[in-house]
């Protein structure tokens, strides 16, 4: 248990729906990412918010879109999604948002679109 | 952009055996270095870490990795790997002054007893 959690572990969603992934910490950080995790290919960023300023947006497509209403909480708002979206999203977060910060990972929403 | 590459993916090795993961990365300048390990069903968590001073950084479980700068590597060691070891390790590098890491493909290491 890292103190970071995640809802739902596992989502199966068609083409059409509108689903969101939440993620909550509580180790009182300051910034918190979302990451795509695909069979065979690195994690990749997709949003970096430091005190709950969106920091970075990795080119991800706008079906996609994150929110967080305060340090604590983040969301990833899925709308149409591809099957090719199908992946493993994590949430992390971090002390301050810099780039040498420890990043404490949940366990991650396995994610079918079918 | 920064990119990292760990090579042989999928490890195979008996308890008592030493383990070395390759790391190379693209990048030029100043960096901050990172190993994660996942174990099964487990979240992903930092193994250790590298920002300056002694390139050979111990971490936890016995794990050291050593920083070369002209070879832009970050390569991991354990003397002796035990079963428990049994994971997936994955490198990844930071640039000073942005908030990115870039993570390697990783390294599925399974331990036989």
Same mark, same amino acid.
């Given at each position: 248990?890292?103190?970071?959690?995640?809802?739902?572990?596992?989502?199966?969603?068609?083409?059409?729906?509108?689903?969101?992934?939440?993620?909550?910490?509580?180790?009182?950080?300051?910034?918190?990412?979302?990451?795509?995790?695909?069979?065979?290919?690195?994690?990749?960023?997709?949003?970096?918010?430091?005190?709950?300023?969106?920091?970075?947006?990795?080119?991800?497509?706008?079906?996609?879109?994150?929110?967080?209403?305060?340090?604590?909480?983040?969301?990833?708002?899925?709308?149409?999604?591809?099957?090719?979206?199908?992946?493993?999203?994590?949430?992390?977060?971090?002390?301050?948002?810099?780039?040498?910060?420890?990043?404490?990972?949940?366990?991650?929403?396995?994610?079918?679109?079918? | 952009?920064?990119?990292?590459?760990?090579?042989?993916?999928?490890?195979?090795?008996?308890?008592?055996?030493?383990?070395?993961?390759?790391?190379?990365?693209?990048?030029?300048?100043?960096?901050?270095?990172?190993? &994660?390990?996942?174990?099964?069903?487990?979240?992903?968590?930092?193994? !250790?870490?590298?920002?300056? @001073?002694?390139?050979? +950084?111990?971490?936890?479980?016995?794990?050291?990795?050593?920083?070369?700068?002209?070879?832009?590597?970050?390569?991991?060691?354990?003397?002796?790997?035990?079963?428990?070891?049994?994971?997936? &390790?994955?490198?990844?590098?930071?640039?000073?002054?942005?908030?990115? !890491?870039?993570?390697?493909? @990783?390294?599925?290491? +399974?331990?036989?007893?």
């Amino acid at each position: 248990e890292t103190g970071v959690t995640q809802t739902p572990r596992h989502l199966v969603m068609g083409m059409t729906n509108k689903k969101s992934l939440k993620c909550e910490q509580h180790l009182g950080h300051n910034a918190m990412y979302w990451y795509k995790q695909s069979a065979k290919k690195p994690l990749e960023l997709m949003f970096v918010y430091s005190l709950e300023e969106r920091v970075e947006n990795n080119s991800v497509p706008s079906r996609f879109s994150p929110e967080c209403p305060n340090s604590s909480h983040l969301f990833l708002h899925l709308h149409t999604l591809q099957p090719e979206d199908s992946a493993l999203y994590l949430c992390a977060s971090s002390p301050r948002g810099q780039g040498n910060d420890e990043q404490f990972f949940g366990p991650g929403t396995r994610l079918t679109v079918l | 952009a920064q990119s990292v590459s760990q090579h042989n993916h999928h490890v195979i090795l008996s308890e008592a055996a030493s383990l070395e993961l390759g790391c190379n990365y693209s990048y030029g300048g100043t960096v901050n270095l990172f190993w &994660y390990v996942q174990y099964p069903g487990q979240h992903l968590q930092l193994l !250790l870490k590298y920002f300056s @001073g002694d390139p050979l +950084v111990k971490g936890i479980k016995g794990f050291e990795a050593e920083f070369i700068k002209s070879k832009f590597s970050f390569n991991l060691r354990k003397p002796s790997v035990q079963w428990s070891d049994t994971a997936e &390790y994955f490198c990844a590098v930071n640039a000073l002054g942005n908030n990115r !890491l870039a993570f390697g493909k @990783g390294n599925q290491v +399974v331990v036989i007893p």
